[in-house]
């Protein structure tokens, strides 16, 4: 069950990024951070994107810590939780 909620929260965020690049053609992705789309009049759907990102890799750290054995691949599970 965990795993389709990580699909869908990823799913959400790429679509919220999508979204936001055509509700907001003043700022050009090449020439401007993700973040600062944040002070556009859609400040909401970056939000959405950061947050439903950083929940998807979070949440993706728990059934990865039961796949991995090794020292340095908890660090990297670890890391990818930070």
Do not use: D, Q
């Amino acid at each position: 069950m965990l795993p389709y909620i990580v699909i869908g929260l990823s799913s959400l965020s790429l679509l919220s990024l999508i979204v936001l690049h055509f509700v907001s053609p003043n700022f050009k992705p090449s020439w401007r951070m993700i973040s600062e789309y944040a002070l556009g009049n859609h400040k909401w759907l970056i939000i959405l994107f950061f947050i439903c990102w950083g929940l998807a890799f979070m949440l993706l750290t728990i059934p990865l810590w039961t796949e991995v054995s090794s020292i340095w691949a908890k660090i990297g599970v670890v890391l990818v939780f930070i």
